[in-house]
């Protein structure tokens, strides 16, 4: 119950503020400003507010704040909320929201609580303002210039990097590369030397066997790494040059001393027909 001029008024706990009140003991006796929100003459029953005017005094302070913005401006908030689409924050009574891909150029983030917390201070860039609806579209990765433009020319396809493992499923592994960057290597390409399993916290070798600027992908292969090493002599073996071929000379036959007793007695047959002939 509030006394307004002497006309007693009543006071809803929800129209006190705009936060949640737990302890109305506190307000017992104190001056405040209260709107009236509805009267019944009748009844004799008034209606206040003192949320109403805190609420018209934000709304002011918001058209002042938005009107003042610019894209690109960059600015310090407080996470206000966290949702499993993006981040709240809190501009010093204007809200906006960071969009969960635009909390990170190289991190697949799963939920934006593996990136901040509520009560967190970071910066944001504004990329969009609708001031019609007074909301802000905000970024955070934009504090810095995309690198993936340079990422293309560090790990493009069959480049062997070093790599972190920092996560283990069923499909396979992220591995975290040398710039922070992440990237995936499949179940299949994520086979030991040694057959032993792959855990998080391993460093390894991975080669590059996708590279997408696009779709911001990375995908890995460790197996590759090891698997061609070892067909690398079986392949420089096939491709060694073949000696030529010597061309095969006629085979002589051998000759016998039968077959020189037959060559005696026919060269003694034809001299013996020779003689008569000479007569």
Not at 11 to 21: A, E, N, R
Not at 35 to 49: G, T
Not at 121 to 148: F, M, Y
Request: hydrophobic share 40%.
């Amino acid at each position: 119950i509030v006394d307004v001029l002497g006309t007693e008024a009543f006071l809803p706990g929800s129209q006190i503020d705009v936060k949640p009140i737990h302890d109305y003991d506190i307000f017992v006796g104190k001056t405040m400003e209260f709107k009236i929100v509805k009267v019944n003459p009748d009844f004799r029953n008034v209606v206040v507010s003192h949320k109403a005017l805190i609420e018209a005094e934000l709304e002011a302070q918001r058209k002042e704040i938005i009107s003042h913005l610019e894209k690109g401006q960059v600015l310090e908030g407080t996470v206000k909320a966290i949702m499993q689409y993006g981040v709240f924050m809190d501009l010093g009574g204007v809200d906006g929201l960071i969009h969960i891909s635009d909390l990170s150029w190289t991190k697949k983030i799963k939920h934006p609580n593996e990136f901040t917390q509520i009560g967190a201070e970071i910066e944001v860039v504004v990329l969009e303002i609708d001031k019609e609806n007074r909301r802000l579209s905000l970024g955070h990765k934009q504090l810095e210039e995309n690198p993936w433009e340079e990422l293309a020319a560090k790990y493009g396809v069959d480049t062997v990097v070093e790599g972190k493992v920092a996560e283990v499923a069923d499909k396979g592994a992220v591995v975290v590369l040398e710039d922070g960057v992440e990237g995936f290597c499949t179940a299949r390409h994520l086979q030991k030397e040694d057959k032993s399993p792959v855990a998080v916290g391993d460093t390894l070798n991975f080669k590059v066997i996708e590279f997408n600027r696009d779709a911001k992908r990375i995908l890995l292969s460790h197996l590759r790494t090891w698997e061609e090493r070892k067909e690398a002599p079986v392949k420089e073996a096939k491709a060694a040059p073949k000696k030529e071929a010597q061309p095969e000379l006629p085979k002589m036959e051998k000759t016998t001393l039968g077959d020189l007793s037959v060559l005696a007695d026919l060269k003694a047959s034809m001299a013996a027909e020779e003689k008569p002939a000479k007569k």
